[in-house]
Antibody, heavy 121, light 111 residues
Framework: QVQLVQSGAEVKKPGASVKVSCKAS????????LHWVRQAPGQQRLEWMA?????????NYAQKFQGWVTLTRDTSINTAYMEFRNLRSDDTAIYYC?????????????WGQGTLVTVSS | QSALTQPVSVSGSPGQSISISCTGT?????????LSWYQQYPGKAPKLIIF???YRPSGVSNRFSGSKSGNTASLTISGLQAEDEADYFC???????????FGGGTKLTVL
């Protein structure tokens, strides 16, 4: 079954770091770009954070996350990671990894189940 | 502020049809046919229901349809059912280096 399986919920204190994993199952991680998107609890808005080309390791970050977020991957275990440093309370959100299709038309066709990161003192 | 503009909420009665608009620019919706729609229930991840403007993934009801004209796309849900009550998001490929942009989401209430 093709799916993205994310790591479990995290509770962190302000200033801490969190590393969320996203394991691709049923397909090769390197075959598709992977985006990270977050959604604040109770809010509709999806906020785009960054993407990675898992084949090359090339990444691109939204300006507001530059320097705070790092995307990495381990192709040997088909897993991507999003590390967020110096967390603040307003970073409390559900973090999703999402696969983008390859080819002449590109869209997100598959989402992870989401990882709730709670930042609280 | 989201890159694509959607109404915050829409509502309809069972059996009716509703449409949700998604307005972008010549750099995204107007430039590409990579326009997709997602359905999201509370506490769940978004689920793809329309891709490439008007194609449905396997398993998605044919009550969902999409269209596009210029910089505006639309999702139409016909024969509204209680189970359609959810949030709906549009997304487009974009020429910017983000590659994708999202709408702000529309909450559909089935009266």
């Amino acid at each position: 079954q093709v799916q993205l399986v994310q790591s479990g919920a995290e509770v962190k204190k302000p200033g801490a770091s969190v590393k969320v994993s996203c394991k691709a199952s049923g397909y090769a991680l390197t075959a598709n770009f992977l985006h990270w998107v977050r959604q604040a609890p109770g809010q509709q808005r999806l906020e785009w954070m960054a993407w990675m080309n898992p084949n090359t390791g090339v990444t691109n970050y939204a300006q507001k996350f530059q320097g705070w977020v790092t995307l990495t991957r381990d192709t040997s275990i088909n897993t991507a990671y999003m590390e967020f440093r110096n967390l603040r309370s307003d970073d409390t959100a559900i973090y999703y990894c999402a696969r983008m299709t390859a080819g002449s038309t590109s869209y997100i066709d598959l989402w992870g189940q989401g990882t709730l990161v709670t930042v609280s003192s | 502020q989201s890159a694509l503009t959607q109404p915050v909420s829409v509502s309809g009665s069972p059996g009716q049809s509703i449409s949700i608009s998604c307005t972008g620019t010549i750099s995204d919706v107007g430039a590409y046919n990579s326009l997709s729609w997602y359905q999201q229930y509370p506490g769940k991840a978004p689920k793809l229901i329309i891709f490439n403007v008007n194609y449905r993934p396997s398993g998605v009801s044919n009550r969902f349809s999409g269209s596009k004209s210029g910089n505006t796309a639309s999702l139409t849900i016909s024969g509204l059912q209680a189970e359609d009550e959810a949030d709906y998001f549009c997304s487009s490929y974009t020429s910017s280096d983000t590659l994708v942009v999202f709408g702000g989401g529309t909450k559909l209430t089935v009266l």
